[in-house]
């Protein structure tokens, strides 16, 4: 469950203890690279718009927009047209942190059959020759850095027969290990769709998996259904395109319902783990400075310590199952909260320089009793834990 950064992110990590250094390489990714590469792409849309085989994507359809008008060459369905939007307290995450996951509504979950459909991109995002489905690259806000937009020249096509559905998109793309926290909220979800479409529908995987994304596909009981896939251009005989459900950063009650319906009676009822714990990270980024004294304090109120990834997927569910109070930084361990009952305390220590609210509109589905502090960081992301605020909070929860 550890966290996917690969070589480039971890070294891009480790340089922040370099400050100037740092800084003059994220100005020149964010502001130089991504201006000659976001001109260079509009060129070569320009000069090969024309063109079948050659150039990026030039322009979308929507299969819910197909669907809300009965167009007859998408035949599928609109399961929901809206999932609500989460309540933004004024202080909250949600309301300071300026990642907007409440504006990311309404948010419908829809699914089409497309014959013959191709498949393009790491993302394996649907194509209508250069055209993108919008629901498939998580619609306007981020078609145009999705994979399959970018795309200047799509490999030969492998043909698969048969009926086909996918898990991958650009959160879980077909190269290096998918984020543990895209792969619950992104992915998984999406099967919530698959009792409606043919019984030997097989299911597009990302190619390298973590045995605990095995295992939750087990417990679905559609592992052996997956095909592990690192292509990047397919040409499918019948695909059902299940939309993913939301982004991470959207309100996702339909998802969040879905895996606590299809997965919490798989938890493993034999595992005995605390009831309040610290969630102690495993990577190398946004790891607390004060960790001695910090894991000091939580032994002084009786709180164990737990790694996730040293459980399997079904200890984990239960331990967050039978959790009364979890506290930990904003990463993969917490989003198994998605397994916690109704009251459970959640503390979680936010890093002031990014201030994500995904955990709030979470908490809100599950009905948890959640609070956050913020913790100083510094330019290397080094958290810096506020003791006697944590023990204050511990305390005032009669914990």
Known sequence: MRLEHGLVGTAAHRLRRFERIHRLLQWVRRCLWRGVTEGW???????????????PALSSF????????????????????????????????LAIGGYMQHAEQPWPIVWSEHPRAHLMGESLALMQGKRVCLESVYGHKHFRFDPAC?????????????????????????????????WLLDALP?????????????????????????ESLAHLGV?????????????????????????????????????????????????????????QRTGDARNVANETETLELFAHHGWGVIHPAKLTFAQQMKLFWDAEAICGTIGSGFTNGVFCQPGCKWILLAQDFM????????????????????????YAQRIQVDLKALDETISRLGL
């Open 62 to 93: 929507s299969v819910y927009q197909a669907l809300r008008a009965g167009f007859p060459k998408t035949p599928g369905r609109i399961v929901l047209e809206d999932q609500g939007t989460p309540v933004v307290e004024p202080n909250s995450l």
């Open 190 to 214: 999406r099967l919530a769709l698959l009792a409606e479409f043919p019984s030997e529908t097989r299911i597009l995987v990302p190619a390298t998996l973590y045995e605990s994304q095995k």
């Open 355 to 378: 201030l994500d609210g995904w955990l709030d509109w979470i908490a809100q589905v599950v009905k948890a009793d959640y609070r956050f502090l913020v913790c100083k960081t510094g």
């Open 41 to 55: 792409l509009e060129f070569l849309r320009w000069t090969f718009a024309r063109s079948d085989r050659f150039g």
């Open 223 to 279: 592992l052996d259904q997956c095909r592990l896939t690192r292509e990047t251009h397919l040409e499918i005989e019948r695909y059902f395109f299940s939309g993913p459900t939301t982004t991470l950063q959207g309100y996702n009650p339909y998802g969040v319902n879905f895996l606590r319906t299809a997965l919490l009676p798989k938890r493993d009822n034999n595992y005995s783990g605390p009831k309040r714990f610290f969630i």
């Open 150 to 182: 970018r795309l200047i020249r799509p490999p030969p096509a492998l043909s698969l027969e048969g009926c086909w559905t996918s898990l991958v998109s650009r959160w879980t793309p077909t190269t290096g290990h998918p984020n543990y926290t895209h």
